[in-house]
C-alpha cells in the first residue's frame, strides 16, 4: 500500500487485511478532499487480485495490477455516487453483485462521493451488505460521512483519513521531484505544502502548475509568482506598519496584495500563522523554532522582529 501517501496506520491495517485474505463486504474511507482515499481504494483493489494474491503489497506488474492502473479491469468498477443516484442505477448495483468475479479473486466496487447516492441505492447496497454474496466488497469515499444512513456505517470497516502534515507532504514532493530528476530549492517544496494545506492531490496539482509554468528549477520565486503567494518581505512590511501604528503604510500593503493577485485565503491563513509564530517566539524564544518548523533562517528573522512588539500586542493582534 506505499504507494499511497501518508495513512500509515489505515495502509497497516488494509496489507494484513489483504494478506490473510480477511477482507470485509463493506469499507467506508472518509475525510477532507485529496487525502488519498480513491488511490487506496485502487491500491487494495489490486492488492486483492494481484496475480501474488493474498499479498500485502500489489506487484504492479501482473496483467490484473495493470488494467486496474488503465481502468479497464472488468471485476473493479468505479461509480460516481453523483452520476449514479436513480432507481434503475440501484437496480443495476444490486443485480452486478450477483456475478461472479470474471477474472480475478474478488468483484470490487468503488463508489467516489458516495454520500451522493439516493435512498433507493442505499437500500440495495445495505441489503446487499447484510447479505453479502462470496468475493464480493463495496469501497466507499467520501467527503462527507455523516450523510450516510447508520444502517449503512454500522455494517462497513470505517476509515477516517487524515490531512497529510507539512514534512510528509513534503517528503512525498520531494521524492516526485528527485524521481523526476527536476532541481529545486528545499524551500520551495516547503512552501507548496503549506499552500497545499494536507491535500496530496492539491500539492500535485500546484507542483504541476509552477513546474509548467516556472523555469528549469523549481524556485520559491517562481512558486510564489506562479501561485500569487504574499513574500516574507511582505509580512515583515506588514509588522513595521502595526509596529509604528502606521494605518496609511498598512492600506498601501492591502492595495499592493490585491494588485499582486495574491491569494486571500492562504494570505490570512499565513498571517494569523505569522502572529502564532511570533507569541511562541516571544514567549520560549529559540526553542519554539524547531517546533514551529521553521528554518534556522526564518528563525533568525522572526526572533528578530519579536523584540519590536510586546507580548500582549502581539497576542491582541
Same mark, same amino acid.
Given at each position: 500500500m506505499g504507494q499511497a501517501a501518508g495513512q500509515e496506520v489505515i495502509k497497516a491495517i488494509l496489507s494484513r487485511a489483504a494478506l490473510e485474505d480477511h477482507i470485509a463486504p463493506a469499507y467506508l474511507f472518509s475525510g477532507t478532499r485529496g487525502v488519498g482515499k480513491t488511490t487506496l481504494a485502487r491500491v487494495f483493489a489490486k492488492a486483492l487480485n494481484c496475480a501474488t494474491a493474498p499479498t500485502a503489497e500489489p506487484c504492479n506488474e501482473c496483467e490484473s495490477c495493470r488494467k486496474i492502473t488503465a481502468g479497464m479491469a472488468v471485476d473493479v468498477l468505479?461509480?460516481?455516487? #453523483?452520476? *449514479? %443516484? @436513480?432507481?434503475?442505477? #440501484? &437496480? %443495476? /448495483? %444490486?443485480?452486478?453483485? *450477483?456475478? #461472479?468475479?470474471?477474472? @480475478? %479473486?474478488? &468483484? =470490487?466496487? =468503488? =463508489?467516489?462521493? #458516495?454520500?451522493? /447516492?439516493?435512498r433507493d441505492a442505499f437500500n440495495a447496497l445495505l441489503k446487499t451488505i447484510e447479505e453479502p454474496p462470496p468475493r464480493v466488497t463495496f469501497i466507499m469515499a467520501t467527503t462527507e460521512p455523516h450523510k450516510f444512513p447508520p444502517t449503512i456505517i454500522s455494517r462497513c470497516q470505517h476509515f477516517v483519513f487524515k490531512r497529510l502534515n507539512n514534512p510528509e507532504l513534503e517528503a512525498h514532493l520531494t521524492y516526485i521531484l528527485n524521481q523526476e530528476g527536476a532541481a529545486f530549492e528545499p524551500e520551495a517544496v516547503s512552501l507548496i505544502a503549506k499552500r497545499a494545506a494536507g491535500s496530496v492531490r492539491d500539492s500535485m496539482s500546484l507542483l504541476g502548475q509552477v513546474l509548467a509554468l516556472g523555469g528549469e528549477k523549481l524556485t520559491v520565486a517562481s512558486v510564489r509568482g506562479t501561485l500569487g503567494l504574499a513574500g516574507e518581505d511582505l509580512f515583515l512590511s506588514l509588522l513595521k506598519a502595526v509596529q509604528h501604528e502606521d494605518s496609511l503604510a498598512a492600506l498601501k500593503l492591502t492595495r499592493t496584495i490585491l494588485d499582486q493577485g495574491v491569494d486571500m485565503g492562504f494570505f490570512l491563513r499565513e498571517l494569523s500563522a505569522m502572529w502564532r509564530n511570533l507569541f511562541m517566539l516571544r514567549q520560549a524564544g529559540a526553542a519554539a523554532a524547531k517546533v514551529l518548523d521553521l528554518t534556522p533562517a526564518e528563525a533568525e528573522t522572526w526572533l528578530a522582529a519579536t523584540d519590536k512588539l510586546a507580548l500582549t500586542h502581539i497576542h491582541a493582534c
Open positions: 468505479e461509480m460516481d455516487g #453523483a452520476s *449514479n %443516484r @436513480g432507481i434503475e442505477d #440501484a &437496480k %443495476r /448495483l %444490486r443485480e452486478g453483485v *450477483n456475478y #461472479a468475479p470474471m477474472e @480475478g %479473486r474478488y &468483484k =470490487i466496487f =468503488i =463508489i467516489d462521493e #458516495a454520500h451522493m /447516492l439516493s
